[in-house]
């Protein structure tokens, strides 16, 4: 199958003209290699890559980097870490003195868990 060099249509070898834009087909011996074309040499030295790629393709992705307790823009440093870690037990605490059974075990839980969340391993790099 040949490709129609006006429209680029997928064209029949047996084609003399294309089927979608109705123009006229070369002859075989009148196609180059598209490579051969852009860089404007025979097409046997066509074979050879004419440029290099770009340093950021060819580079390595950057190791990505995970903490608890380093500071980074999406996550807080150890001292904030543990601040919100003794409100929040000291809210738990409160809770379940003065505020009964019921309402100390949901903030117990509430604890529990944004203890976790601020304890979470995030990524730094």
């Known amino acids: 199958m040949r490709r129609c060099p006006e429209c680029d249509a997928g064209v029949a070898d047996s084609a003399e003209w294309c089927g979608q834009c109705t123009s006229q087909m070369p002859a075989e011996h009148e196609h180059r290699s598209l490579v051969a074309e852009l860089n ?19 580079r390595p992705a950057p190791v990505k980097e995970f903490s608890r307790t380093k500071r980074s823009e999406l ?26 059974l019921g309402s100390g075990l949901i903030l117990l839980g509430f604890a529990l868990y944004v203890i976790r969340e601020t304890w979470k391993r995030t990524r730094i790099r």
Do not use: D, M, N, Y
């Not at 404007?40 to 440029?51: D, E, K, S």
């Open 75 to 100: 996550s807080l440093g150890p001292i904030a870490k543990v601040v919100i870690t003794f409100l929040v037990l000291a809210l738990a605490w409160w809770g379940l003195r003065f505020g009964g």
């Open 40 to 58: 404007g040499v025979p097409q046997r030295a066509a074979i050879l890559p004419r440029w290099s790629a770009p340093a950021h393709v060819v």
